[in-house]
């Protein structure tokens, strides 16, 4: 019954007794309901069912199979109108093949819709929109193909498929779940292996002993009621030895293995991700509750301490995702890197990692600004201006981060969200327009110390200059930042030239030792450990009644600084008065003809 698009439905009772029926196809019409075939009764092997095409089509109901034949079926239901498949739907059918593919708006298969069946030996779910598989009747699937069925991210458990020798699924993660089970069997077999030949006492002694033991213990040594007489003998599951076929095999970008490889990384990460927040959190609330005069350097590392605490935030995310699902990712991978979860991190470390090498490269054109000139107070950097190119830079890194979220490039190619995809040459050419960009920085950051230290060993200018000693400190730890950015930046410009020199795996090293060691570090740099911080600190402690005489103290410290420092600018303009009426004194008149 093909192509008969009027026919709008097939009465119950149409297909009654037909023992020599091999072949029924029912495609292509335009019926409602799932057509009758109850009473078939067909005494043929290998009997083959066609029911595709028909759009209308919403359900398969319970026992919709039952009686169709007591031999082996084939059953091709493929593009219809399926929606859901209910509880007991194949029960009384001996299952050979259960063709389901492109059925795409098929969401749910009941979790007894296989109860009661023999079988299926191949299951084809292709181009569906099944989120799950059923819970029960999957044991004799030998053959599971579930291609470009995205809407499938989580497997049942393993232990379902205990006949699976083939599979061809969506996901590579998915393959990596058989991979890992099969390396537990295969280790389980090895022991059976070994294990002696089965005592004729093991049945006798079996009976003897009240014991139960764990069903993880494939091999049980009995020594307890005969003593010296030991034996071994195998469960079933031992003599089942796994050939399983997987594709999509898992690539270089995603082997199979959780979030943080390696132990020693999960524990690192979070004392990294406290730290990093912690400090930060600290150093913005003291600077931004500061009572004095927000200057250019205040400023600019309040810019540096957001960026290191979105920093924090992103390992943070990692580290809080990897736990959840420590030895089951391969359940969660898809979900992860293409849900929000995933651009949300991405966006955090792009921002963060842009907009700090962007206020660190500030921070040191500012010092070498300020040194080098010095004696002329007129040119030094305002505050407005500050804003304005901090303002340029969260423009800069705000695009930077977004751009992956656009299409260019993206963050689900990798398992720690950080845009790797070079497929297309836009993705190629974003991902080197960063790293050349953060290299032309560790540049400029060099170059500009290296002109500061060559002005802070003249003695005559050091004297004169208050800001030497704080440019001496800034240059080593700047310069200490960059270069722990340097192995980042090498390896990753490197794989962006499709010459990948390390593995997703030991990049992960990099991405906890390197990647974030400044935003944890920086605000203890720069900040905490600076005398003017630890005032701000009392200070404000002061206010909640505590540390009140350390707070009185740099109170009265920075008076008598603030009134030194004030003497010393009103000499030094008095001399630069006096020097400028000289030069003036000094200049020779016109002689009149």
């Given at each position: ?235 079933d599951f031992c003599q089942t030895k796994m050939n399983l076929r997987c594709t999509p095999v898992p ?343």
């Amino acid at each position: 019954i093909q192509n008969t698009k009027n026919l709008m439905d097939i009465e119950r009772g149409a297909f009654v007794n037909l023992p020599k029926l091999k072949y029924l196809s029912i495609c292509n019409t335009g019926i409602r309901l799932f057509p009758d075939v109850t009473k078939i009764n067909s005494l043929e092997s290998n009997f083959l069912l066609e029911i595709c095409d028909n759009l209308y089509i919403s359900t398969i109901p319970p026992n919709a199979f039952h009686g169709i034949s007591n031999e082996s079926l084939t059953m091709n239901l493929y593009k219809n109108g399926f929606k859901v498949i209910q509880s007991h739907a194949f029960n009384g059918t001996k299952l050979d093949k259960l063709v389901l593919r492109d059925n795409r708006n098929l969401r749910v298969i009941h979790d007894y819709a296989l109860e009661g069946a023999s079988g299926p030996n191949v299951l084809d779910i292709s181009s569906t929109s099944l989120e799950s598989l059923p819970c029960h009747g999957l044991e004799p699937i030998q053959v599971l193909i579930a291609n470009s069925s995205y809407s499938l991210k989580k497997l049942p458990p393993l232990d379902k498929f205990v006949s699976l020798q083939r599979a061809e699924l969506t996901y590579p993660s998915h393959c990596c779940a058989f991979r890992n089970w099969r390396r537990i069997k295969d280790n389980l077999s090895r022991q059976c292996e070994s294990s002696a030949t089965r005592s004729p006492y093991a049945d006798e002694t079996l009976k003897k002993t009240d014991k139960t033991y764990p069903p993880d213990n494939y091999s049980v040594i009995l020594e307890e009621e005969n003593e010296g007489i030991s034996f071994d003998f195998d469960y079933d599951f031992c003599q089942t030895k796994m050939n399983l076929r997987c594709t999509p095999v898992p690539d270089a970008f995603n082997p199979c293995e959780d979030i943080m490889g390696y132990d020693f990384l999960r524990i690192l990460i979070w004392f990294i991700n406290i730290l990093a927040i912690t400090g930060n959190i600290i150093v913005l609330l003291v600077l931004l509750t500061s009572r004095y005069k927000l200057t250019v350097p205040r400023f600019l590392m309040c810019n540096l301490s957001f960026a290191d605490l979105c920093m924090g935030l992103y390992l943070l995310l990692i580290a809080s995702v990897d736990s959840k699902t420590r030895s089951q990712y391969y359940n969660h991978a898809i979900e992860w890197q293409t849900g929000a979860g995933c651009n949300t991190a991405g966006f955090f470390t792009v921002f963060a990692s842009e907009l700090s090498v962007y206020t660190l490269t500030v921070i040191t054109l500012e010092r070498w600004h300020t040194i080098t000139y010095a004696m002329q107070l007129e040119r030094n950097l305002r505050l407005r201006h500050a804003i304005m190119i901090m303002i340029g830079g969260w423009i800069f890194s705000l695009s930077m981060a977004l751009l992956p979220i656009a299409g260019i490039s993206n963050y689900m190619k990798v398992s720690i969200c950080l845009p790797m995809d070079i497929e297309t040459s836009v993705s190629q050419a974003y991902i080197l327009i960063i790293l050349v960009l953060n290299v032309i920085a560790f540049l400029v950051v060099c170059i500009c110390y290296v002109k500061i230290y060559l002005s802070v060993q003249n003695p005559d200018f050091a004297a004169k200059n208050k800001d030497t000693k704080i440019a001496k400190r800034m240059a080593i730890l700047i310069f200490t930042d960059f270069t722990c950015m340097a192995p980042i930046s090498f390896f990753a410009i490197s794989a962006a030239f499709k010459v990948p020199l390390i593995t997703v795996t030991n990049s992960k090293i990099l991405l906890v030792l390197f990647y974030p060691i400044n935003s944890c570090a920086n605000p203890f740099l720069y900040a905490i450990f600076t005398k003017a911080f630890r005032r701000d600190f009392f200070i404000l402690l002061s206010r909640f009644g505590c540390c009140k005489t350390q707070a009185e103290l740099y109170r009265v410290s920075t008076l008598s600084a603030y009134n030194l420092n004030f003497r010393k600018h009103s000499s030094l303009a008095g001399a630069n008065k006096n020097s400028q009426r000289n030069t003036f004194v000094l200049v020779p008149s016109h002689h009149r003809d």
